[in-house]
């Protein structure tokens, strides 16, 4: 069981060239509007300590999004052609919801610590929001690849993804505002 807790968030746009693939369709992704969100997870097993780590979100769109807080960045879709992208990670134990972004390589590893937590692109066309998640928590999931991030200003979060599950991927490099 697990209890994710928000605290902060970003707002603007950011430097983002991603490619989303996903079955047959391949869709050119920049970045129009970016955010962070930095929150917590405490993850409890039977017979085990409760484990506490950053467990931060990376927001990229391709349209104007509302940054002025998680449920405004989640507003549903509703134009044409509009692509939102979700990266969620974690960090090392004993990090919270006030521990910021660190450089390094978050792997699809289903650690509990250091990896990529979550996956998520939601699409809008032929009049519906479609999303297409990736599978970052089953020991029996296919995911393969990383998020590097490589710069961590007051001011943003970058980096570069190369994450593959079957035959959906999101590659490339993107850059995301943070709250100062």
Do not use: W
Not at 83 to 110: D, H, M, Q, W
Not at 120 to 148: C, N, P, R, W, Y
Not at 166 to 172: E, F, L, T, Y
Request: with cysteine.
């Amino acid at each position: 069981m697990c209890a994710l807790f928000a605290a902060a968030c970003g707002g603007g746009a950011g430097g983002s060239s991603l490619t989303v693939k996903s079955a047959d369709k391949l869709m050119s992704f920049s970045a129009k509007s970016s955010s962070t969100d930095l929150g917590n997870v405490i993850a409890t097993s039977p017979g085990q300590p409760n484990l506490q780590t950053s467990s931060h979100t990376i927001y990229l769109a391709n349209y104007e999004m509302d940054t002025t807080n998680v449920g405004t960045m989640l507003k549903p879709l509703t134009a044409a052609d509009q692509i939102r992208i979700e990266i969620g990670i974690t960090g090392e134990a004993a990090t919270n919801e006030k521990t910021p972004f660190k450089t390094g390589t978050y792997l699809v590893s289903n650690d509990k610590i250091n990896d990529v937590r979550y996956l998520k692109v939601t699409t809008f066309a032929d009049g519906k929001e479609s999303k297409i998640d990736f599978d970052t928590m089953s020991s029996m999931s296919k995911l393969t690849g990383e998020v590097k991030i490589t710069s961590v200003t007051d001011d943003a979060v970058s980096g570069s993804i190369d994450v593959t599950e079957g035959d959906k991927s999101v590659k490339g490099s993107f850059t995301a505002k943070t709250k100062k």
